[in-house]
């Protein structure tokens, strides 16, 4: 059973860079055909996909975001990490880490959520 585990600071201060990271168990974030995504859903609102990176070390990004993102791995420790520059309060949001699999893509495996404020 994989299991994923967001952490980082549930406070960021505008125009700062948010920093979470995913700790990935039960699995590998290098095994073939795997995608290790972030996703967010800001209060009152629907998910947001932010961005993913493959089992291969490439990453794609939602358009609307990619010139502040960015999504990083660590192999020795199973874990990926996100990075979005330059927040606002728009990037108040629960912030979600989820594998996706298959074709098409689908999530199987979800972190439980860490919430994340941006707030002077």
């Known amino acids: 059973q994989v299991q994923l585990q967001e952490s980082g600071p549930g406070l960021v201060k505008p125009s700062q860079t948010l920093s979470l990271t995913c700790t990935v168990s039960g699995g590998s974030i290098t095994t073939n055909h795997y995608y290790w995504s972030w996703i967010r859903q800001p209060p009152g609102k629907g998910l947001e996909w932010i961005g993913h990176i493959a089992h291969s070390g490439s990453t794609d990004y939602s358009p609307s975001l990619k010139s502040r993102t960015s999504i990083s791995r660590h192999t020795s420790s199973n874990q990926f990490t996100l990075q979005l520059s330059s927040v606002t309060p728009e990037d108040t949001a629960m912030y979600y880490c989820?594998?996706?699999?298959?074709?098409?893509?689908?999530?199987?495996?979800w972190g439980q959520g860490a919430q994340v404020t941006v707030s002077s």
């Open positions: 989820a594998s996706q699999t298959g074709w098409p893509l689908k999530y199987d495996y």
